[in-house]
């Protein structure tokens, strides 16, 4: 591990009262995040070999502040045949969370809150991210073990998405700071997701439904073709016969759709490095494959967004085992929440 490409914790964030974090090993963090996902080439926040985190439990919700260094999380088949019935609205205040679900994938920055189905496969990868989640449990609001939802990315300048910042300011605000009138009302937040939610599944015109259709034809395009140097947004354009406005708002979210390819091809080969492991020649196949024009181009890639070459990333255990919290259920009681969805398999009251 290269301790001096590891960046500090913002000075006092971990003793302010608005977050409390306290710092956890690599063990302990990833048994805290186990009942989700599983942690692969895990780089702590700080050099003693830490992250920070602060979880509690309000009602039938759970929820955690959390301040992370690199690291690659994976939600694998395996984990999928033990439900955990949960959904996650997530909030990042600086750094960014790479989101790779099988109908869509994405980069979280600020700015953004994301709601997420923790039942689903997915891969994870965060950078220097200092954020929150809540978890709600899936009956709460409705949904079946079965139904499938799609992930959301909300703009916090938008309606729904000051909405729910209002909710996650609540959440996680102590409650002696607050009139009772202004104390944190799960009902509300249920009632915003649910109405997210639904809008995502139910277009409002035929002219929505053609634009979500065709921005899933374009992102299956990109998929498909990550490794072709020559996949631009001119190339895009022509084939779907769009102008380069109607293709930006399309992508807006995301940077714009130059941006958007560029983060699939370091997310998809960072993966590819992982799960295939580094030798002799290995970072110039996987920067080929992944459409980077050079080595050096892929290295400097990496090194910009996690803060270290691929192949320090990767150095360590391949898969953090994690350690059991049962008999510490009052340090974190996130991870007892989860046990308690998972074993009861019923609302939490």
Request: aromatic share 10%; hydrophobic share 40%.
């Amino acid at each position: 591990m290269q301790t001096n490409a590891l960046s500090p914790l913002p000075q006092g964030l971990h003793s302010d009262a608005n977050w409390r974090l306290t710092p956890l090993s690599i063990a302990d963090w990833a048994a805290v995040w186990s009942p989700i996902a599983e942690m692969l080439a895990l780089h702590p926040r700080n050099e003693d070999g830490t992250s920070f985190w602060h979880g509690f439990v309000q009602g039938r919700l759970a929820g955690a502040k959390f301040a992370t260094g690199c690291q690659l999380v994976q939600r694998s088949k395996r984990l999928a045949l033990t439900p955990n019935g949960a959904l996650a609205i997530q909030h990042v205040s600086s750094g960014s969370i790479a989101m790779d679900y099988e109908s869509r994938s994405f980069v979280q920055r600020p700015g953004y809150i994301s709601i997420i189905d923790l039942t689903r496969t997915f891969k994870a990868s965060y950078q220097h991210a200092v954020g929150e989640i809540i978890f709600i449990p899936r009956e709460l609001l409705g949904f079946s073990q079965s139904d499938r939802i799609e992930p959301a990315l909300i703009a916090t300048d938008s309606l729904q998405g000051k909405m729910l910042a209002e909710e996650l300011y609540r959440f996680f605000k102590p409650k002696d700071e607050f009139g009772d009138e202004h104390l944190f009302d799960a009902n509300t937040l249920l009632h915003v997701v649910n109405s997210i939610l639904s809008s995502q599944r139910h277009p409002s015109s035929d002219r929505v439904e053609w634009w979500r259709a065709r921005n899933a034809l374009i992102r299956a395009h990109i998929e498909e073709n990550l490794g072709d140097l020559s996949l631009l947004p001119a190339e895009i354009c022509n084939k779907f016969n769009l102008s380069r406005a109607t293709l930006y708002r399309m992508f807006e979210v995301d940077g714009g759709v130059r941006r958007y390819i560029q983060d699939r091809r370091l997310y998809a080969a960072v993966w590819d490095l992982a799960e295939g492991g580094i030798h002799r020649g290995r970072l110039t196949e996987v920067a080929e494959r992944w459409g980077f024009s050079s080595n050096a181009n892929f290295n400097r890639a990496v090194k910009t967004v996690f803060g270290m070459p691929p192949g320090a990333l990767f150095r360590g255990p391949a898969l953090i085992i994690p350690s059991r919290l049962e008999h510490r259920q009052g340090e974190f009681p996130v991870h007892a929440w989860f046990a308690r969805l998972q074993r009861e398999k019923v609302l939490i009251y």
